[in-house]
């Protein structure tokens, strides 16, 4: 199974991004799925996380500007990024809870990342 992140890049503050992660893979299904960041020096927190069912949970200071979706069909997730600010600087990971094809037990599995980089 692979995570691949996409959609990172360079905007000024109050701009907008859109974060793609496309999983692959022997997939039977995939639970919980969500978005994790890392800034320099700093430990890895959660952003934002959504169920199989569309639960949604937020990071408190992403609240009202970040929006995460996914489409199960295509077993992919996605983060909308709105009114960006300096301090969502980071490299932005993507986790998904699998069951693969054949086995009964759910593992969990990153992507390798993609940096968000958002200028004053």
């Known amino acids: 199974v692979q995570l691949v992140e996409s959609g990172g890049g360079l905007v000024q503050a109050g701009g907008s991004l859109r974060l793609s992660c496309a999983a692959s893979?022997?997939?039977?299904?995939?639970?919980?799925m969500g978005w994790y960041r890392q800034a320099p020096g700093k430990q890895r927190e959660l952003v934002a996380v959504i169920t199989r069912s569309g639960s949604t949970n937020y990071k408190d200071s992403v609240k009202g500007r970040f929006t995460i979706s996914r489409d199960n069909a295509k077993n992919t997730l996605l983060l909308q990024m709105n009114s960006l600010k300096p301090e969502d600087t980071a490299v932005y990971y993507c986790?998904?809870?699998?069951?693969?094809?054949?086995?009964?037990?759910?593992?969990?599995?990153w992507g390798q990342g993609t940096q968000v980089t958002v200028s004053s």
């Open positions: 986790n998904a809870g699998v069951i693969t094809a054949g086995s009964p037990y759910e593992y969990v599995y």
């Open positions: 893979g022997s997939i039977f299904s995939i639970n919980g």
